[in-house]
């Protein structure tokens, strides 16, 4: 009896079968991701002619390194951030049931499935000089004028740690729903009081989605560009808006693209340095 | 013994009082009163939906009783959180705690009273070589069998000398030979350390063989509670009889003397086969399958019956016969000794009045 193309062998589908499935992801890939990149990262090392000076001016001006320390301090600030403030509310949407737990899910995903111009926007009207924040500043009167707001750092981290809080969630909600409840319950049969059960049981079995979250936000924050470019200072650039304008107001490739090459390097060791300690498939929600 | 492990813990008494858990309009546990002794046994048996789990639950603090009281050793725990009330308890699934080693798991209710390391340490390691597991502290409860896993369960459950034991069917998850050992390793623990023990399972051969007192419920009532030999030979009701063992139910007119089958055949029933007062008319009379043999047919004193099939399981063998009136009845019957009998043959089954019991029919 053959077996079909398609057919599962027990649990092993053909190798021709899972090669013509992923064929279109890794086109993607490699036509979207893969050839940018090197091309992107060829141009650094070989403009004008094949050399290192367009790291070496990286290093060289230490308003460089400055913008690249401060993207970074703020990535961190923005994940441990979101990370507080999505702990009690992964926790609520775990340990909830029913039409409750319908509504926190859509309290976490609809502004998640808003675009993140319409979300970022919406700041800058509630950050703006006469904007509702400023309003009410005012009007308990904390503040006789109005404060400058927006464009700074602050606006940037709120409202990325607004952006980003779904990715933290998430991750997060699911490994706390993959905890057998039978565990609370082993815990406080043992003596353990509620606070004590999470903190002993529930946060170190839950921790895999913790640090999942974390480098999912922190990643993605360290090369985020629409809201600091939109809310930030220009005084105080992160590194995606400083590559940006070096490709398109100074139309210098080559030292974007080494900017593009330090910044892909720190995320690289970032990542492996992390799945070195926790294992990735763990922070996906599968089970060990 | 390890020392360390006081010899002789007293058991705590557990009282239940009319307890009664409502889902919705469901009425998982409803009016269930029970009184266990300090070191008592008692296994809670039942089909699946009974309420047992949701009895133990209760006990645990893991349910609150919609109406009721459970006092463990005197004291009104009905409303106190299941971390206050000094238990021990082992579930279903091991429920060690996967980020922690054996030797952790066992002092973890240790560490939420406040002992200090070294003597958590040192309890733990009497704690498990009481389970027989002495030196598997360091080890990740991965790493073991389910069976030793359970005794690591059993370890944590009795680490800190509770009163109370109770176990959610402990033994289910494992395979039949580590089943028997752990029910034996379970009797000696509770012979050596006196606690008081409610073990739920739905395996009637593990409640007789374990349990000084099995309470039978159905349907979140409680049916029986009695020793093993009491349960099996007087079940008091219909279900309880059709639950424990095998039973052989047949109709008959009871005219407050004899039971008088269809076919006229009667039977002198002895005073104590009525186990409550069974008013005249229809009833069932009950026997055991065991309590029956095989005599040749026409005897006096025989019902006539013809053999359907005959099952030979070695020591035993089964002779599934029907009467005259078509009500089918089981023999279980020793293999030696016995003249072979095939299917289709006449035969006459000889029932002893003292084995017969009788209850009010269409009361199961």
């Known amino acids: 009896m053959s077996i079909g193309f398609f057919e599962a062998n027990g649990r092993q589908m053909s190798k021709g079968a899972i090669l013509l499935l992923m064929a279109p992801f890794f086109a993607l890939v490699i036509f979207a991701f893969l050839y940018p990149l090197v091309s992107l990262l060829s141009l650094s090392v070989l403009e004008p002619t094949p050399t290192l000076a367009n790291y070496e001016r990286v290093f060289d001006n230490p308003v460089y390194a400055t913008v690249?320390?401060?993207?970074?301090?703020?990535?961190?600030?923005?994940?441990?951030?979101?990370?507080?403030?999505?702990?009690?509310?992964?926790?609520?949407?775990?340990?909830?049931?029913?039409?409750?737990?319908?509504?926190?899910?859509?309290?976490?995903?609809?502004?998640?499935?808003?675009?993140?111009?319409?979300?970022?926007?919406?700041?800058?009207?509630?950050?703006?000089?006469?904007?509702?924040?400023?309003d009410f500043l005012q009007g308990i009167g904390l503040t006789s004028e109005p404060l400058r707001l927006l464009y700074t750092q602050g606006a940037v981290v709120v409202a990325m740690t607004h952006v980003l809080m779904p990715f933290m969630v998430l991750p997060i909600y699911g490994a706390l729903r993959n905890i057998p409840s039978d565990y609370g319950r082993a815990a406080s049969i043992c003596g353990a009081g509620p606070l004590r059960t999470f903190w002993e049981v529930?946060?170190?079995?839950?921790?895999?989605?913790?640090?999942?979250?974390?480098?999912?936000?922190?990643?993605?924050?360290?090369?985020?560009?629409?809201?600091?470019?939109?809310?930030?200072?220009?005084?105080?650039?992160?590194?995606?808006?400083?590559?940006?304008?070096?490709?398109?107001?100074?139309?210098?490739?080559?030292?974007?693209?080494?900017?593009?090459?330090?910044?892909?390097?720190l995320v690289t060791i970032i990542t492996i340095a992390f799945s070195k300690v926790f294992r990735f498939e763990r922070m996906l929600g599968a089970r060990a | 013994m390890p020392e360390a492990v006081s010899p002789r813990v007293n058991g705590a008494s557990i009282e239940i009082r009319n307890l009664a858990k409502r889902f919705g309009s469901v009425k998982a546990v409803d009016d269930v009163s029970l009184t266990v002794e300090a070191g008592e046994f008692v296994a809670l048996l039942g089909p699946s939906g009974s309420g047992k789990s949701t009895v133990l639950m209760s006990i645990a603090g893991f349910e609150r009783p919609s109406d009721g009281q459970i006092l463990i050793g005197g004291q009104d725990c009905t409303r106190l959180p299941p971390n206050k009330r000094d238990i021990g308890m082992v579930f279903q699934h091991y429920t060690l705690f996967p980020h922690l080693s054996v030797g952790d798991n066992v002092a973890f209710p240790l560490k939420m009273r406040g002992i200090g390391k070294t003597e958590r340490r040192r309890q733990a390691e009497a704690a498990l070589e009481v389970v027989r597991l002495g030196g598997y502290g360091?080890?990740?409860?991965?790493?073991?069998?389910?069976?030793?896993?359970?005794?690591?369960?059993?370890?944590?459950?009795?680490?800190?000398?509770?009163?109370?034991?109770?176990?959610?069917?402990?033994?289910?998850a494992l395979d039949k030979n580590l089943r028997e050992e752990m029910q034996i390793e379970i009797k000696r623990l509770h012979g050596e350390l006196g606690f008081t023990v409610v073990f739920v399972t739905h395996d009637q051969g593990e409640a007789l063989t374990m349990a000084d007192r099995i309470a039978i419920l159905k349907a979140?009532?409680?049916?029986?509670?009695?020793?093993?030999?009491?349960?099996y030979e007087r079940p008091s009701n219909l279900f309880a009889a059709s639950f424990i063992g095998?039973?052989?139910?047949?109709?008959?007119?009871?005219?407050?003397?004899?039971?008088?089958?269809?076919e006229n055949q009667q039977i002198r029933l002895p005073a104590d086969a009525v186990i409550e007062p069974v008013a005249p008319g229809s009833a069932i009379l009950a026997v055991r399958p065991e309590r029956l043999s095989v005599a040749a047919p026409n005897e006096a004193g025989t019902w006539a019956a013809t053999v359907r099939d005959v099952v030979y399981a070695g020591a035993g063998s089964l002779l599934i016969t029907y009467l005259q009136d078509g009500s089918e009845v089981r023999l279980r019957v020793s293999s030696a000794g016995q003249a072979p009998v095939q299917p289709g043959q006449t035969i006459g089954i000889k029932l002893p009045p003292e084995g017969v019991l009788l209850y009010p029919a269409g009361a199961a």
């Open chain 1, 68 to 134: 690249l320390f401060r993207t970074m301090r703020i990535a961190l600030l923005i994940s441990l951030l979101s990370l507080a403030l999505s702990l009690p509310v992964a926790v609520l949407m775990a340990n909830s049931r029913g039409p409750k737990a319908v509504f926190l899910t859509a309290c976490v995903l609809l502004p998640f499935w808003s675009s993140v111009l319409v979300r970022t926007a919406a700041w800058s009207i509630l950050l703006q000089r006469n904007g509702l924040v400023n």
């Open chain 1, 202 to 265: 529930t946060l170190p079995l839950a921790m895999p989605g913790i640090i999942g979250g974390f480098i999912l936000v922190f990643l993605t924050a360290l090369g985020y560009f629409i809201t600091p470019s939109l809310l930030g200072s220009p005084q105080e650039m992160m590194i995606a808006t400083l590559i940006s304008q070096q490709m398109r107001e100074n139309l210098d490739w080559p030292f974007a693209a080494a900017l593009v090459g330090v910044l892909t390097i």
């Open chain 2, 138 to 172: 360091d080890r990740t409860p991965k790493q073991l069998s389910g069976g030793q896993q359970q005794r690591v369960a059993l370890a944590r459950a009795i680490v800190y000398n509770p009163h109370v034991l109770l176990m959610d069917e402990p033994l289910s």
């Open chain 2, 220 to 231: 979140g009532r409680l049916q029986q509670v009695s020793p093993a030999r009491e349960l």
């Open chain 2, 246 to 262: 095998e039973m052989n139910m047949l109709p008959v007119q009871w005219d407050g003397v004899n039971a008088v089958f269809s």
